[in-house]
């Protein structure tokens, strides 16, 4: 099983869509939570972080799911704006490892 | 602050010449990375540094990819000789402590023919 894994999707939804995504993490004791924005040809940029009892950001709500080992992103209201890559971003709680991301999930939002 | 600083933005190269890719981290943040992205893998972490050292260069893919921090603010990272399979965006990211968000730099694009 991967460490972190996403539906790559497209997904392709209208404007004023609700949208939803979700990643499954493998290491049960992974303890931080980050949802990444990558757009086109651009650097990942911090999205939110996701916190234990769930947290939202305007149009933007992150949850966690410890019992089955994923987090989710839901996006309320989508813009055009939104169209991007949104990438899971976890820990694998061992000495010394840095964050794992995975590999995204890409949303396309039309008119 | 300025942001993650990295050099050059685009880098055409023919396969067995030297790349050097350099990075300048976000003032007072104590870890750099080192990231490669393609289609394929997504992005791939080579190495990172604490403090100037390197900690976990596990990512790095072979001898000819090599890594630097000779101070707190500049890196670089090293490709020689070059191959076509390493055309990819790399990104440096730095962050404050090893596990708290990271902010990227822009990256630089590779293209070796």
């Known amino acids: 099983r991967k460490e972190v894994e996403q539906d790559p999707g497209p997904f392709n939804v209208p404007e004023g869509a609700t949208v939803a995504f979700n990643c499954t993490y493998s290491n049960s004791a992974s303890q931080s939570f980050f949802w990444y924005r990558q757009d086109c040809r651009k650097e990942p940029k911090l999205l939110m972080s996701?916190?234990?009892s769930g947290n939202e950001d305007g149009r933007f709500t992150a949850q966690l799911n410890r019992a089955s080992q994923y987090i989710s992103l839901l996006i309320r209201d989508s813009k055009l704006s939104d169209s991007a890559t949104y990438l899971c971003v976890v820990n694998q709680f061992l000495a010394g490892t840095a964050l794992i991301f995975g590999k995204g999930t890409t949303l396309s939002v039309s008119s | 602050d300025a942001g993650v600083i990295q050099s050059p933005r685009h880098e055409v190269t023919e396969m067995g010449q030297e790349v050097t890719l350099r990075c300048k981290p976000i003032?007072?943040?104590?870890?750099l990375f080192w990231y490669r992205q393609t289609m394929m893998r997504g992005l791939e972490l080579l190495i990172y540094?604490?403090?100037?050292?390197?900690?976990?260069d596990s990512g790095m893919p072979e001898d000819r990819f090599s890594a630097k921090m000779p101070n707190a603010s500049f890196s670089t990272l090293k490709i020689q000789p070059s191959e076509p399979r390493d055309s990819a965006v790399y990104f440096c990211?730095?962050?404050?402590?090893?596990?708290?968000?990271?902010?990227f730099g822009p990256g630089t694009r590779l293209t070796v023919t």
């Open positions: 540094f604490n403090n100037n050292v390197p900690i976990d």
């Open positions: 990211a730095s962050s404050y402590r090893l596990l708290n968000e990271q902010y």
């Open positions: 996701v916190y234990s």
């Open positions: 003032s007072g943040h104590d870890y």
